[in-house]
């Protein structure tokens, strides 16, 4: 793996929230990889910021934990406490005055400041009017937030609307994990890199294609959280549909944050309503193998979906007529996140063969990343022309050696992105609020018709009407497999 280390800016890094989950798991085992990459500038801090009261040494300690925990390989102790020297801690109430006059003496001026508002949502407007108030930012200043960004289209508005009375949005970098995703982004390379794929896409050649993202997981401890979300907020409004922009959209002129971001928005934008009997909602139930999800968020009569499956149309010159079909849920035979594109039919064959043979490209973005390109080529030996379809099989891992596969966690990036000032994997607010336009009447849609979600086994591929939705339309879905 050939990686490249850009230089960044001396910054400081304020983590609000970081003693909390997202902070030991990924923000700071993040930062160290980046340390140890040699990209964190020796002027770089990371300032903790979080209601409990200890001092630096204190969250150095948090922070050493959280690293050793949280790191795929056993860190290096010289690195680590070395990196841990990078690191301060200010105790501080978001809503009351604690800590915001020692937080302003320990920020420097002279260097990249950015915010990771690592907090739930109710704390946004909070944060961004004190930043303001005891002068900590400039216009150069960023703000990192996270999902989920609003609840509905009203809420994501009035988040919006607070962030933009102190900051513009050139200095706000909503985060959408998947975007941080290596293989997300050889989405944009694979088809904007090759003259093989941009004829053919488009619904003169492609039939229909398909956005799986299975995981094997349940709830877990997130049940109180999730059962206020379900999978059509929590995986659809943002991660699916950002993977159903990417590959759907025009190619951009550039590739540049507004360039890439105008782009998505119209996908957005042209997004069909989508119909009742396109929609299946799922959840599962308890077999050997797990918990049902009704006892896992603690609500015996829960109607939240953990699976959602829909048939989607875009309404543009490229798309009308093919279908995309979404589908994610937890608790699935296998972990796997894959797109699909399921090209037509041959419109003649001079074989006579009569069997049915279309090529199907499918991208695999997680586990095991990859290509296969399904061709059709003659059966060996004599007998006549028969036909057969063989996959072209590429695994990123083989075709690039043992170090093909990139680890660099989507956080790694997406923070560095931040002290770059590149805004291109990060969501703009008007696509957010679009995303949201086209879930809200899904969802309230359900609350209407008291709709109930199909039960589901553990470890199965999802709900059999899900299956249903497809054989209507004389197709089916792609195995989930690991
Ligand atoms: C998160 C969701 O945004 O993404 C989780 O809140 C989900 O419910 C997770 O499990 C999936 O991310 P990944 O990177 O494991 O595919």
Same mark, same amino acid.
């Given at each position: 793996?050939?990686?490249?280390?850009?230089?960044?800016?001396?910054?400081?890094?304020?983590?609000?929230?970081?003693?909390? @989950?997202?902070?030991?798991?990924?923000?700071?085992?993040?930062?160290?990889?980046?340390?140890?990459?040699?990209?964190?500038?020796?002027?770089? !801090?990371?300032?903790?910021?979080?209601?409990?009261?200890?001092?630096?040494?204190?969250?150095?300690?948090?922070?050493? @934990?959280?690293?050793?925990?949280?790191?795929?390989?056993?860190?290096?102790?010289?690195?680590?406490? =070395?990196?841990?020297?990078? &690191?301060?801690?200010?105790?501080?109430?978001?809503?009351?005055?604690?800590?915001?006059?020692?937080?302003? =003496?320990? %920020?420097?001026?002279? %260097?990249?400041?950015?915010?990771?508002?690592?907090?739930?949502?109710?704390?946004?407007?909070?944060?961004?009017?004190?930043?303001?108030?005891?002068?900590?930012?400039?216009?150069?200043?960023?703000?990192?937030?996270?999902?989920?960004?609003?609840?509905?289209?009203?809420?994501?508005?009035?988040?919006?609307?607070?962030?933009?009375?102190?900051?513009?949005?050139?200095?706000? +970098?909503?985060?959408?994990?998947?975007?941080?995703?290596?293989?997300?982004? /050889? &989405?944009?390379?694979?088809?904007?890199?090759?003259?093989?794929?941009?004829?053919?896409? /488009?619904?003169?050649?492609?039939?229909?294609?398909? $956005?799986?993202?299975?995981?094997?997981?349940?709830?877990?401890?997130?049940?109180?959280? +999730?059962?206020?979300?379900?999978?059509?907020?929590?995986?659809?409004?943002?991660?699916?549909?950002?993977?159903?922009?990417?590959?759907?959209?025009?190619? #951009?002129?550039?590739?540049?944050?507004?360039?890439? !971001?105008?782009?998505?928005?119209?996908?957005?934008?042209?997004?069909?309503?989508?119909?009742?009997?396109?929609?299946?909602?799922?959840?599962?139930?308890?077999?050997? =193998?797990?918990?049902?999800?009704?006892?896992?968020?603690?609500?015996?009569?829960?109607?939240?979906?953990?699976?959602?499956?829909?048939?989607?149309?875009?309404?543009?010159?490229? *798309?009308?007529?093919?279908?995309?079909?979404?589908?994610?849920?937890?608790?699935? =035979?296998?972990?796997?996140?894959? $797109?699909?594109?399921?090209?037509?039919?041959?419109?003649?064959?001079?074989?006579?063969?009569?069997?049915?043979?279309?090529?199907?490209?499918? $991208?695999?973005?997680? #586990?095991?990343?990859?290509?296969?390109?399904?061709?059709?080529?003659?059966?060996?030996?004599?007998?006549?022309?028969?036909?057969?379809?063989?996959?072209? @099989?590429?695994?990123?891992?083989?075709?690039?050696?043992?170090?093909?596969?990139?680890?660099?966690?989507? +956080?790694?990036?997406?923070?560095?992105?931040?002290?770059?000032? /590149?805004?291109?994997?990060?969501?703009?607010?008007?696509? %957010?609020?679009?995303?949201?336009?086209?879930?809200?009447?899904?969802?309230?849609?359900?609350?209407?018709?008291?709709?109930?979600?199909?039960?589901?086994?553990?470890?199965?591929?999802?709900?059999?009407?899900? %299956?249903?939705?497809?054989?209507?339309?004389? !197709?089916? *879905?792609?195995?989930?497999?690991?």
């Amino acid at each position: 793996m050939v990686s490249r280390v850009i230089p960044v800016q001396p910054f400081d890094l304020v983590i609000f929230g970081g003693t909390g @989950d997202l902070a030991r798991r990924k923000i700071l085992p993040g930062l160290f990889r980046r340390f140890c990459a040699g990209q964190m500038p020796e002027k770089a !801090r990371v300032i903790g910021a979080a209601r409990a009261d200890m001092d630096t040494a204190g969250y150095r300690a948090v922070v050493r @934990d959280a690293i050793i925990e949280f790191s795929d390989e056993t860190p290096d102790d010289a690195s680590l406490g =070395k990196f841990l020297e990078h &690191l301060e801690y200010v105790p501080i109430d978001a809503r009351g005055e604690t800590g915001w006059r020692e937080l302003a =003496k320990l %920020v420097r001026a002279d %260097v990249v400041r950015a915010f990771y508002f690592s907090v739930g949502p109710s704390l946004f407007a909070d944060l961004a009017e004190r930043l303001n108030q005891h002068g900590l930012t400039d216009e150069d200043s960023r703000i990192v937030v996270e999902k989920p960004f609003g609840r509905d289209l009203d809420s994501a508005k009035s988040l919006n609307r607070d962030l933009a009375a102190f900051f513009h949005e050139k200095q706000i +970098y909503r985060i959408d994990h998947y975007l941080g995703k290596e293989t997300v982004q /050889n &989405l944009m390379a694979v088809r904007f890199g090759n003259m093989l794929f941009e004829p053919l896409w /488009n619904s003169q050649y492609v039939d229909h294609i398909q $956005i799986t993202v299975a995981e094997t997981v349940g709830v877990g401890g997130r049940g109180e959280y +999730y059962d206020k979300s379900g999978a059509m907020r929590d995986m659809v409004q943002n991660h699916l549909m950002q993977l159903l922009c990417l590959i759907a959209m025009e190619p #951009p002129s550039k590739f540049e944050p507004d360039a890439v !971001r105008d782009e998505k928005l119209k996908v957005i934008r042209a997004l069909d309503e989508v119909e009742p009997h396109h929609i299946v909602r799922g959840q599962y139930e308890a077999s050997e =193998k797990g918990k049902a999800f009704r006892d896992e968020v603690g609500d015996s009569r829960s109607r939240t979906e953990s699976y959602v499956a829909l048939k989607v149309g875009i309404s543009n010159w490229r *798309w009308a007529g093919t279908p995309f079909y979404l589908r994610t849920g937890k608790r699935l =035979k296998a972990r796997s996140s894959e $797109i699909t594109v399921v090209f037509k039919e041959l419109n003649h064959s001079i074989f006579g063969d009569g069997g049915e043979h279309r090529n199907v490209l499918s $991208i695999r973005l997680q #586990p095991n990343e990859g290509i296969t390109l399904g061709v059709t080529i003659k059966e060996p030996g004599l007998g006549g022309m028969r036909l057969i379809d063989v996959p072209l @099989d590429m695994s990123f891992a083989d075709a690039l050696g043992d170090e093909g596969v990139d680890q660099t966690d989507a +956080y790694e990036r997406l923070i560095m992105d931040v002290i770059r000032g /590149n805004q291109t994997l990060f969501m703009r607010g008007d696509e %957010v609020e679009a995303a949201w336009a086209w879930t809200d009447p899904i969802i309230r849609g359900w609350e209407a018709r008291g709709d109930v979600p199909k039960p589901y086994e553990c470890a199965s591929e999802g709900p059999g009407d899900a %299956v249903q939705m497809l054989a209507r339309d004389r !197709r089916v *879905w792609r195995k989930v497999s690991p």
